[in-house]
């Protein structure tokens, strides 16, 4: 990382800082991608005064890392799949089905709206949780713009996540703002402990997520292995192929939801690149 010397940090705005406490003082300088870098590295080590002004930093600190194309893995799983005791005891445990939910240019959303983006925000998280809650699902966590729930079944996980999109692509947003969601879901057995879900397959739902472009819904293949049973009327998988996607060591293959109402074509999945030159087609 470039050393930032005390006069080129003076001459930092107050926005190139993830955290600014009551004196004055600015911490986790994020002005360029190898300080974001150094911030997502160092945030365990700072000193909050409180936990609002933790949670602030930490979604300034997202917000840099999206800016800038970093896929902040480890301090995602690490800082944003805490959950409290209670939420964690009423979770389900063995072969469960993730979902996650990223709102797309959120960044951008939020320098055009100000201060109207808290209540789009809100009325984002309220739509993903009330339909997460009525497909039987569990919410695990809400942090930033990006959404974090389980099912039992898969066939849950796909109800509701088909309901999302067709939910927010109803609405009129603010200012005429575009809003879409980025979907992913993966099926796995991870490890539930005192804080939240552990383990591999925690990994490979935020990537195939971060993998998606918003309308879209993305499954691996184990997600698409899960479904043994003949899909509602109206639904079916698209296979895009193989991908290298960050952070795993093995190729995943992705598989799209078609459906009438929603959008169908996207560009490739924003992934390391492809194994192979995918083979489309209905699955």
């Given amino acids: 990382m470039p050393p930032l010397s005390a006069t080129a940090r003076a001459r930092l705005p107050d926005n190139a800082f993830a955290y600014i406490d009551s004196q004055g003082r600015r911490r986790l300088p994020i002005n360029d991608i190898s300080h974001v870098r150094n911030a997502l590295a160092r945030f365990d080590q700072v000193d909050f005064e409180d936990d609002d002004a933790r949670e602030r930093a930490r979604e300034r600190l997202l917000r840099a890392a999206k ?3 970093i896929v902040p893995l480890g301090f995602f799983d690490g800082q944003l799949r805490k959950a409290s005791g209670a939420i964690v005891r009423s979770l389900p445990r063995g072969t469960v089905t993730f979902l ?3 709102i797309e ?6 320098e055009r709206l100000g201060d109207d983006y808290a209540g789009l925000l809100r009325d984002v ?3 993903i949780r009330t ?3 009525a497909s039987s699902g569990h919410e695990v966590d809400a942090r930033a713009d990006e959404f974090f729930a389980v099912f039992r079944r898969s066939t849950q996980a796909l109800d509701a996540a088909v309901a999302i999109q067709r939910a927010l692509q109803a609405k009129t947003w603010p200012q005429k703002a575009e809003v879409r969601v980025r979907i992913g879901m993966h099926t796995g057995r991870p490890t539930l402990t005192e804080t939240g879900y552990v383990g591999i397959a925690v990994h490979v739902a935020a990537r195939v997520c971060y993998a998606s472009h918003g309308g879209q819904i993305l499954l691996s293949s ?10 509602a009327e109206g639904l079916s998988f698209r296979s895009l192929g193989r991908y290298s996607l960050h952070g795993l060591a093995e190729p995943e293959a992705l598989f799209q939801v078609s459906c009438a109402d929603l959008r169908a074509t996207f560009p490739r999945p924003r992934t390391i690149g492809p194994l192979r030159s995918p083979r489309r087609g209905l699955a």
Avoid: M, N, P, Q
């Avoid at 184990?222 to 899909?231: D, K, N, S, Y």
């Fill in 67 to 69: 800016k800038h194309g």
């Fill in 105 to 110: 240019g959120s960044t951008r959303i939020l």
């Fill in 100 to 102: 996650l939910t990223d």
């Fill in 222 to 231: 184990a997600a698409h292995a899960a479904f043994t049973e003949r899909l």
């Fill in 131 to 133: 339909i997460v809650r």
């Fill in 125 to 127: 998280r309220t739509t």
